[in-house]
């Protein structure tokens, strides 16, 4: 499966000088999805923005089955957000934790998510543990399967952290979640839009991904997926107008699918951003994606590691399109800058985002290279031939 490269660099609007590898910050998106936003805004400009939504109803509603289509899930399992943190906490709120109660989670843990942990930790009288990782990096499933008891109430795992290459085995953990009638709560934000994800395989509840990032839709748009299985057990930690109908005075009725994790206003050009940045993923193909991204990551890591001073930093058997290293005497902001200079982006990644992996990995500020499938052999020369100038300084 070959993907073609040509077609899919005209769809680019950026600078032709720019080599952007922070897709893991905020991707490119095609000129399809800057279109279709630009399109709705000048209706809502034209005719009003509540005229626009009911003109284009039928559209807004078809952003649910894309989001389904790239789960595999049902539409009424998904509820369109603001952002990954946005769809994530509006789950994990929802769980009625009681004291007691185990969190178990994985060592390169995203840090919003696990300030929740804290949070509802010292409210609720939870206890938070990590999932000890294996010699290559990745959550020990024999170790997780030691540690289920009955006080387990959620496992909660980033699938691809934001410092780095590492994959988590999220269907080997799903299987165990569901042998145990765990609850299992995904963090996709890095994974949607880079490799495949089907919420049946995966075996999660809840899975939670963001636009911008691999997508490569708008800022500000986000997903929630929630089975069907538990969309009943879950009461949103905030409700309005949308979530729930104010039946009597005294009292209301959620929604019954996944929107009841959603509010009333809402960007409806970003949601049909994201729509159409679906589609556009779909239609490549995400396993195309995968494999294209895949050998644009190991080609830049080859490259890198050649130059004197650089240390990879990424762990895991499978490494994705997330690339971290430092430079020995070189801080990680200071390469940021100078790559940014020269017209190519990138981002530091600090040991706050990840703190427990990198307390165990002794990490300092890295910077973050992230390949894309648009993304050509030339622009990763460019960038180790400008590492390998401030190196050799
Ligand atoms: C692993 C992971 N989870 C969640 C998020 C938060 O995503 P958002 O900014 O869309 O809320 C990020 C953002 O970088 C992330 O890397």
Not at 219 to 248: C, K, N, T
Request: net charge negative; aromatic share 6%.
């Amino acid at each position: 499966m070959s993907l073609d490269k040509q077609a899919i660099r005209a769809e680019l609007s950026a600078e032709p000088a720019y080599v952007h590898l922070n897709s893991a910050g905020a991707s490119l998106m095609p000129r399809c999805v800057v279109d279709v936003q630009i399109e709705h805004l000048e209706l809502e400009a034209r005719v009003g923005g509540y005229e626009a939504e009911w003109l284009q109803r039928d559209r807004i509603e078809a952003v649910y089955d894309s989001v389904a289509r790239l789960l595999n899930c049902e539409a009424s399992e998904v509820a369109i957000v603001e952002n990954a943190t946005v769809g994530w906490m509006m789950a994990f709120y929802a769980i009625p934790f009681e004291a007691g109660d185990r969190i178990l989670t994985v060592e390169a843990e995203y840090a919003s998510n696990y300030l929740a942990y804290l949070q509802i930790a010292r409210e609720k009288g939870v206890v938070v543990e990590t999932i000890p990782s294996t010699e290559s990096g990745e959550a020990c499933l024999e170790s997780l399967r030691a540690m289920i008891d009955p006080r387990v109430r959620l496992i909660s795992v980033t699938h691809i952290p934001t410092n780095g290459g590492l994959v988590n085995p999220i269907e080997e953990i799903g299987a165990i979640a569901r042998e145990n009638e765990i609850l299992y709560l995904v963090d996709a934000c890095q994974s949607a839009g880079q490799m495949t994800l089907d919420v049946g395989r995966i075996g999660c509840d809840l899975l939670s991904a963001t636009g911008r990032k691999f997508l490569r839709g708008p800022r500000g748009s986000g997903f929630l997926y929630a089975s069907q299985r538990i969309i009943d057990q879950l009461h949103p930690p905030m409700i309005d107008m949308l979530g729930a109908e104010w039946v009597e005075i005294d009292s209301y009725r959620l929604r019954p699918d996944a929107r009841r994790f959603e509010n009333w206003e809402s960007n409806y050009s970003a949601k049909l951003g994201l729509g159409r940045a679906i589609d556009y993923a779909l239609d490549i193909g995400l396993e195309a994606i995968d494999v294209e991204v895949s050998r644009l990551a190991d080609r830049l890591r080859g490259l890198l590691e050649e130059i004197p001073g650089v240390q990879l930093r990424d762990i895991g058997k499978r490494k994705c399109g997330i690339i971290t290293f430092t430079l020995d005497g070189v801080p990680a902001a200071e390469i940021e800058t100078r790559f940014r200079e020269n017209n190519i982006h990138v981002s530091v990644t600090t040991p706050s985002g990840t703190l427990i992996d990198a307390r165990r990995r002794q990490l300092p500020d890295m910077v973050r290279a992230s390949v894309h499938y648009f993304n050509c052999e030339s622009e990763l020369e460019r960038c180790a031939s400008l590492l390998k100038d401030i190196a050799s300084v």
